[in-house]
């Protein structure tokens, strides 16, 4: 484990390797679980701020769905998640002519429609943050649909961290992505 201001982190960041092949899982980490998307209670808002933004984007069930029971959900954890349609999809999603799941709300951010990206834990996923009283614990989850990524990233020889340094910068800011960096190039010697 690596401490850098109240974050304890996995060697598995340092140690793991990784780097998205949508060829092959088809973004299945946005429709396998069970449950949403975990989210930030600032991102809900926010979810619910730009939602006529994209509303053309998300499919007629997501539509319904948001119309039953909103953008969100409390979880079995009592966490606030993203909805989801019939127990899979995530509300937000769409399916491109390649058959690939895709985030709506990335794909309005990227054509210059809303500020937002997407929720910052879609955004680190394979890496899940979990806040306690006294830390956060910055883990890498492992899961089978995502073992295309973990064999192109060994083969490409890439650190999850690497992988995901945008997003582990957009959520714990530059100077914390600096301090991993070192404590992981100090690790590998």
């Known amino acids: 484990m690596i401490r850098i201001e109240d974050t304890i982190i996995s060697l598995d960041l ?7 092949d949508l ?3 088809k973004g299945a980490c946005c429709i396998e679980g069970d449950a949403g ?6 991102e809900f808002e926010m979810l619910r701020k730009i939602l006529p933004v994209i509303w053309e984007d998300l499919s007629p069930e997501a539509q ?3 119309n039953k029971q909103g953008v969100g959900y409390i ?14 999809n995530c509300v937000f999603t769409y399916h491109d002519a390649n058959g690939v799941c895709k985030c709506a709300i ?13 929720p910052i834990s879609c955004h680190l996923y394979p890496i899940r943050v979990v806040r306690y009283k006294n830390y956060q614990a910055v883990n890498y989850h492992r899961w089978k649909i995502c073992r295309a990524a973990e064999i192109l990233g060994e083969q490409k020889r890439l650190p999850v961290y690497l992988f995901l340094r945008e997003p582990l910068i957009r959520k714990f800011g530059e100077e914390w992505y600096n301090a991993l960096d070192a404590c992981a190039k100090e690790y590998k010697k």
Not at 75 to 88: A, F, L, M, R, W
């Open 23 to 25: 060829k092959q899982c």
């Open 64 to 66: 319904t769905v948001i």
């Open 106 to 118: 990335e794909k309005a951010y990227y054509e210059g429609r809303i500020k937002f990206m997407k």
């Open 14 to 20: 340092i140690e793991r390797y990784f780097i998205c």
């Open 75 to 88: 979880d079995t954890e009592n966490d606030i998640v993203t909805s989801i349609v019939k127990g899979k």
């Open 37 to 42: 998307a975990p989210l930030e209670k600032e």
